[in-house]
């Protein structure tokens, strides 16, 4: 699977009207979750480090990213791959290195009246061997 | 008598702890920020850059917090100070570790045309082993 998503994340930067035409899989451990609220006046902040497995469905004909509920595009640069996605209250970015799979996540929930940030770090799965570097 | 007024002082700067200062300031000389611009549904822009961060200033005596124009409330929790603020169209939040002096933010902006931005702040307040002195 990882193979896969190797080939096609290349494609998808070298020749992107030839992409594969198929959805990814692209599995995650979340690792630690900072979570930080606040409200009218007061705030509070909480870390999670129970391990958390996500399965982001990547669309690579349509760029497009799903998450749950959460729904956007991906772009694949040179470094990294970023994925963006969002809900009727939800914001996210994904920010994940292409050498080593791991990646910064940022959320941002809009729950009047409370504010609410989520900075996630996960880990992509990588078999040795594997990298979403391009191949040359 | 200058030897005794000396010795004076000395002995009331070694009993007395020095003055709680109500507003300390944090610098942040190293700061990496990424901005992630989203519009229309898709990733329009990512940067990174070096800034200038002028650094946080924390009220101690009212638990206030400010960075540049941006202002709010900050707690202390597991040895971080942790700030969080709202001025419309801007929200953020911001931790300094107070041994490591680790710090990070993440924020995030409305803007007027409906697109929006992350932004997201690494870097490092202080040196090893210091601390933030609240």
Known sequence: MMRTLVIALAMAAVWPQQALAETIDLRCRQEVSEVYSMGRTAMMSMTYTEPTD???????????????QNAGMFDVGDQQV????????LKEVWDIDRVT?????????????????????????????????QAP | MLRSGLCALALVCAVVPPARAEVITIRCPEVTATNYEMSGGAITETQTRTVEFDGIQLNLAT????????SGVFVERDGA??????????YGAWEVNRTTGRYSAVGHTANADGSWTFIRHEGQCLGPNMVVPF
């Open chain 1, 54 to 68: 996500v399965v982001i469905l990547l669309d690579t004909e349509t760029d497009r990213a799903t998450l749950d």
């Open chain 1, 82 to 89: 970023l994925i963006m996605m969002v809900s009727d209250q």
């Open chain 1, 101 to 133: 799979g791991r990646a910064v996540v940022m959320a941002y929930l809009s729950d009047e009246p409370r504010t609410v940030f989520i900075r996630r770090e996960a880990q992509f799965a990588l078999p040795d061997g594997m990298t979403l570097v």
């Open chain 2, 63 to 70: 638990g206030e917090f400010r960075v540049g124009d941006v």
């Open chain 2, 81 to 90: 100070f942790v700030a969080m603020a709202h001025n419309e169209p801007y």
